[in-house]
């Protein structure tokens, strides 16, 4: 038998910018139906689980047919929810995708997947997508990753990384981290137990908490996987022009 691939989507009904947000309305579709929908595209996963602290999200996910599990509401962040979920399940990798993330990308998925796959080595990987307007490299809501020439994830920020003391030699600013991780269900039950780190705390990055404790995590370069992530009701305006395009033909969204 293969490698068993869960996808879990940790949805939580608290946001300080924008609450309830996972059943806010995207095209008369609840935002986490649309993540849910598109990760289902992924034919290397073997199942799809949505993992929330809310009774209302829960309904709402039961209602489209999809799989829901109920979890603490103490979790620190997503990726800790996402480890209660997998310690209910038989799987030896485990996606974490943002329930914020309506129009995520199934290559890009595929992509973080299949680096998992081939180094044997890693215990969880990532994503990132080329910065070339320099406001997207400044802003602070927009996570920078450098990476070593391995590939490997030297540090996560939301300033501009790296700093050009000059312009940059090419129309690449820097790397836009995605929020898509794949683990080894050992590693991810491992994470959730380590202590939470001076920097994940500055910076407000759990990632950072791996390489705080020494493990690696890999990136790979990947599509434009996320579009748009929904934070704010700004996010939510543009979400809905986004798709009002697609349906216009101006953008692949379906």
């Not at 009002?244 to 101006?250: D, K, L, P």
Request: aromatic share 8%; with cysteine.
């Amino acid at each position: 038998m293969g490698v068993r691939v869960l996808a879990v989507i940790p949805a939580r009904f608290g946001s300080s910018r924008l609450p309830g947000k996972p059943l806010a309305l995207i095209g008369g579709k609840p935002m986490i139906q649309r993540v849910y929908e598109r990760v289902r595209r992924v034919a290397e996963i073997d199942s799809v689980v949505v993992g929330t602290d809310d009774d209302r999200i829960a309904h709402q996910v039961r209602a489209f047919g999809g799989a829901v599990v109920l979890t603490s509401v103490n979790h620190r962040c997503g990726t800790d929810r996402v480890a209660e979920v997998a310690r209910r399940y038989d799987a030896e990798i485990v996606l974490n995708v943002q329930g914020d993330m309506p129009f995520v990308e199934p290559q890009a998925i595929r992509d973080v997947l299949s680096l998992l796959r081939k180094k044997a080595s890693l215990p969880m990987a990532t994503a990132k997508v080329p910065i070339e307007e320099r406001a997207s490299w400044e802003n602070p809501h927009v996570v920078k990753v450098v990476t070593d020439s391995a590939g490997n994830a030297l540090y996560f920020s939301r300033r501009p990384i790296p700093f050009w003391r000059d312009s940059p030699p090419s129309r690449i600013w820097g790397f836009r981290h995605l929020g898509l991780y794949a683990f080894r269900r050992s590693f991810l039950l491992l994470f959730s137990q380590l202590d939470p780190t001076p920097l994940e705390h500055a910076e407000g990055l759990e990632q950072l908490r791996a390489l705080e404790h020494g493990y690696q995590i890999g990136v790979v370069e990947t599509v434009d996987g996320v579009g748009i992530e929904v934070n704010s009701p700004e996010d939510l305006r543009s979400a809905e022009e986004f798709l009002e395009r697609g349906a216009r033909g101006s953008v692949p969204v379906v």
